[in-house]
């Protein structure tokens, strides 16, 4: 509670509140007081809230307050989890209930006064039912509704704007920066039209140059749209492939196929698909709806800050504490309360295994799939390169096979043709007979005409007998497609009745499949209800002994070390005790040899000889400070002559460096010097 009052005063001391509190002042203030703090403090967060409270009546501070507060969704801490006594105790400025809300107040201002920002324009205004059934409320409802969105969408921009580390500093200096440019280009252009003023024909160039533009503009749409026409040519191939294949393999499965590999082969897709539609995808797009949901609930809710990620990482920590102590406790009871945990497990190892193996199926039917499209995609261009289609060993039997027919089949066809060739060559001769003697015929026919006075009249009648079979062969042509068109209808007709006639057998032998089927779905379902239970109730019985066994090995690890602690503290112990039941019987031992042997008489011994010593040096030092004085003035002494000899040594030397230039002689205590 010191904690919280200090960091309460510390923050109103600052800007923007400045109310030089301390401790001793803050804690004496009065509920009203106290009340007005609080009101100063949400003022600063909201400006609405700027009022003197003494001017309003209590409970309007309270509604007020408490309004606020839930907008900026706080939680009262403590024994004030009702909303009663809360507010009871927000009317009456109880410090229990304000200082909690100062600490967090004060401890998320800048947080706090977006989110007051952003409820003024986004907590929606509750309109009754009955009154949106106007059509003028409830257009305008909508239209507010509609700016909500609005504002909600333009925040978020400003929001990422305010992120990308954009300044608006920077922007102008790019803008002035743009705009420098821009003046340069316009110079640039003035000082290039004057230039070309001064060419002849200079209007006529300037319109080609146009025209050029627009053609090379032009020129790059059409680029871009042959591109895309490339592409969507690209895919169009790769999908007629794809159906080439699917043909093909539906074909040869069609060719090969008995009714009772289709219907096994049915079968099993039917299963798996089952599996697929009923077990696996469900889960997963279960998951995949959580997980939406989950990201939309966390994309509705406003930005949270540091303090109350803080908060969010304190309960999950509690509630993994509480969770770790509930599986303790559950470990400690008795494991055998549920008789189907064993099956429980294998229930899950083989329900994993299960969803094992439908991955790897369903990755082997990718695979697959890849590979026959780059198969075929390898086909393709060995035969756009000119190869040859690589063909299977089936395909290639039946390539033998049609090869043969088809050489005995020319064989035959060659022979008729040797013998039409032979009858070509008589009628060849023969048409080239009868074309002479038309000619003559034609000849005398146009003679007798000319005799006549009718001329032309052959050739007339030629070409109306030639106009007449034209007719007749149109009419002729007309009746056969028609009688085509019904032929080819009846076959169909035909067709479809046999194959009706061929699958209707194989439709009754599915029929009582399919209700075997819808059986077996059902004991399926029913087999995998009790699996699942049994399986669950094994993992759970699995997981209690695991704990249990845990627990207990950490038990043997404690017990181990606290076995050996005690045994090592009992060895020392015992050591400690036989040493003092040794000295004991020698202590009390009648031989003054043992005796003295004694630990006891050792330290003794010890203690005299120390006490000796330490008269002796006591004595030493009685002795040291009795002759101190003495001493120290001999030791001056001693220093005196020092310094007295080294004087003489001095002067010795000094005379004789001077004995170069004359004689010293010493007489009755006298010096002269001779020259």
Known sequence: MSEQLKFIVEQLNREPFKKNFNLITFDSLEPMQLLQTLNDVLAEIDSKQEIDIREEMPEQTAKRMFTLLGLLKYKPTGGFSDTSSFRQGLVTGSKPVIHPILHWLLQRVPELKKRAYLARFLVKLDVPGEFLTDDVISET??????????????HKECEQLRNSGFSTAEIRRDIAAMEEEKDQLIKRVERLRKRVESVSNHQRMLELARQLRV?????????????????????????????????????????????????????EEIKFNSYMVSDKLPKELERMRRKVHYLQKVASEPAMGHAELAELEDKI??????????????????PMDDNLALYRQQASIIARKKEAKAEEL???????????????????????????????ADEFKRYVAKMRGKNITYKKKRQETAELKAEFGILQRTEEILRQRHTAELQQLQTLEAQRGISGFSETQEELERVSAIKSELDELKGRTLDDMSEMVKKLNSAIAERKSALSPIIKELRPLRQQCQELAEEYEGKKAQYDTCAAGLESNRSKLEQEVRTLREEIAQEENRYH???????????????????????????????????????????AEQESLGKKLREQQKQVKESHGPNMRQVHMWKDLEQLLECKKQCY??????????????????????L
């Open 141 to 154: 409802y909508h239209q507010y509704e509609e700016l909500v969105e609005g504002f909600k969408s333009y």
């Open 215 to 267: 053609e090379k503009e032009r020129e790059e749409s059409l680029a871009h749209q042959k591109q895309e026409q490339k592409s969507q040519l690209f895919q169009a191939e790769q999908r007629l492939q794809r159906c080439q294949i699917q043909l093909k393999d539906l074909r040869q499965a069609a060719a090969d196929a008995k009714p009772e590999s289709l219907v096994k082969r049915l079968e």
């Open 317 to 334: 920590k509690q509630l993994s504490q509480m969770n770790q102590v509930m599986e303790k406790k559950v470990s400690r009871s008795d």
């Open 362 to 392: 369903q990755g082997a039917r990718e695979e697959l799939a890849g590979l026959t499209r780059e198969l075929s995609a390898k086909s393709n261009q060995a035969r756009g390169q000119g190869g040859v289609e690589i063909i299977r």
């Open 565 to 607: 602690h005690i045994n090592c503290m009992r060895e020392v112990i015992e050591i400690q005790m036989q040493r003092a039941a040794d000295e004991i019987k020698v202590y009390v031992s009648s031989d003054p040899q043992t005796r003295k042997k004694s630990i006891r008489e050792q330290y003794m011994k010890n203690i």
């Open 653 to 674: 030397l000094r005379a004789q460096s001077q004995a170069s230039i004359g004689q010293v002689i010493q007489d009755s205590g006298e010096d002269r010097l001779v």
